[in-house]
């Protein structure tokens, strides 16, 4: 089992940024993926940015540019750098991680909210 946490949300006016951050409770040296989704009210969750095999980064196109996805192995930590936020980014953003070979399971955090409004 993996417990994930995060932290970091708020709320922010538009143009704004804030750091999120994802600890695991587990090394994340070897994990599958690591990464961030979100989920707005009235919408599906969906994949924001993520650490893949191997540490590549998969984006989703409407944060690309703005969004910056990092971790820090010593730490177990993920962290999602945002900038020129939008009211659109506006979600409840949770860390995801998945175990990888042999189980895939999936982990999930309780969730922050993030909210961009003047």
């Known amino acids: 089992q993996v417990q994930l946490v995060e932290s970091g949300g708020g709320l922010v006016q538009p143009g704004g940024s804030l750091r999120l951050s994802c600890v695991s409770s587990?090394?994340?040296?070897?994990?599958?993926?690591m990464g961030w989704y979100r989920q707005a009210p009235g919408k599906q969750r969906e994949l924001v940015a993520e650490?893949?095999?191997?540490?590549?980064?998969n984006y989703a196109d409407s944060v690309k540019g703005r969004f910056t996805i990092s971790r820090d192995n010593a730490k177990n930590t993920v962290y999602l750098q945002m900038s020129s936020l939008k009211p659109e980014d506006t979600a409840v953003y949770y860390c995801h991680s998945n175990s990888g070979w042999p189980r895939f399971l999936d982990y999930w955090g309780q969730g922050t909210q993030v909210t961009v409004s003047s």
């Open positions: 587990k090394s994340i040296y070897t994990i599958n993926t």
């Open positions: 650490f893949t095999s191997g540490s590549r980064t």
